[in-house]
């Protein structure tokens, strides 16, 4: 895996479409200088349902068709041994408010050797194996 890819996180693509987003022009400013991104279909689902209840269908959809698209970033499916992983991860941090669906990225970033999280969250930096960015 090219290690210049960036994970995208639910947050990161909230902060896009929502102009009211504390984050929003920071997402904006980053998207702007074209990094290679990526995300996972555990993420797309989270981000279309978050987005379906704070901002309506119309842009639930809207950000569906484009990320399904592929063209805003490269998609990894979760895989099955993936999802175990994500479990034991799950399991060890009951010390800290990590969604299953976190624990899924992290283990994804992990086996493809990524780095850097587009994220607004603390969970990537927690881990202590992770730079968020921006």
């Not at 998207?31 to 309506?56: C, H, M, S, W």
């Not at 587009?118 to 968020?132: L, P, S, V, W």
Request: with cysteine; glycine share 4%; aromatic share 18%.
């Amino acid at each position: 895996m090219n290690r210049h890819f960036t994970f995208v996180d639910t947050s990161a693509w909230f902060a896009i479409i929502d102009q009211n987003d504390p984050y929003h022009e920071a997402a904006q400013r980053f998207i702007a200088t074209k990094p290679q991104l990526l995300t996972t279909n555990f993420i797309i689902d989270e981000a279309i349902t978050l987005v379906l209840y704070r901002l309506g269908y119309k842009q639930a959809r809207e950000l569906g068709e484009r990320l399904w698209s592929g063209r805003l970033a490269r998609i990894v499916f979760v895989s099955e041994a993936d999802q175990y992983a994500a479990w034991e991860l799950f399991k060890r941090y009951d010390d800290k408010k990590f969604s299953f669906t976190d624990c899924t990225s992290f283990v994804v970033m992990e086996r493809l050797g990524l780095t850097y999280a587009f994220a607004f969250d603390e969970h990537f930096t927690q881990t202590g194996r992770f730079i968020r960015i921006p």
